[in-house]
């Protein structure tokens, strides 16, 4: 079994904004992975919410059918294992990641989309 990156970067996030991460048309199951380092918890003394984040892989089932979510993940806080794995997903059409933060202030995401032969 062999692991390539497809993409890979750093997402500075705008608060309700779903930033689509990486798009491949190549036939193969992938992983998307994103280090939630940045997450923080609720803020007491500025009543802010805590980090939210919502990752998501969308895929086609037939050439010129629709896109559809195919795996969602939503993270809230400070996370004890701060890279996160989606589950893989076979794509035989076309696979998009995208990346969703929806409170407070916008953070960075290290991320990359990974293929495995």
């Not at 997402?11 to 491949?24: D, K, N, P, R, Y």
Request: proline letters at 3%; charged letters at 15%.
């Amino acid at each position: 079994m062999a692991i390539a990156v497809v993409a890979s970067g750093t997402q500075t996030a705008v608060i309700g904004t779903e930033h689509e991460l990486a798009t491949s048309t190549t036939g193969k199951t992938y992983v998307l992975v994103v280090d939630c380092v940045n997450l923080v918890n609720w803020v007491a003394a500025s009543s802010q919410l805590p980090d939210v984040v919502e990752l998501r892989l969308y895929t086609k089932v037939l050439s010129g059918g629709a896109e559809g979510l195919a795996y969602i993940a939503t993270y809230v806080g400070v996370q004890s294992t701060k890279i996160k794995y989606s589950v893989p997903v076979p794509a035989n059409i076309s696979i998009k990641a995208t990346l969703k933060q929806v409170s407070r202030v916008g953070v960075d995401f290290p991320w990359a989309l990974l293929s495995i032969d």
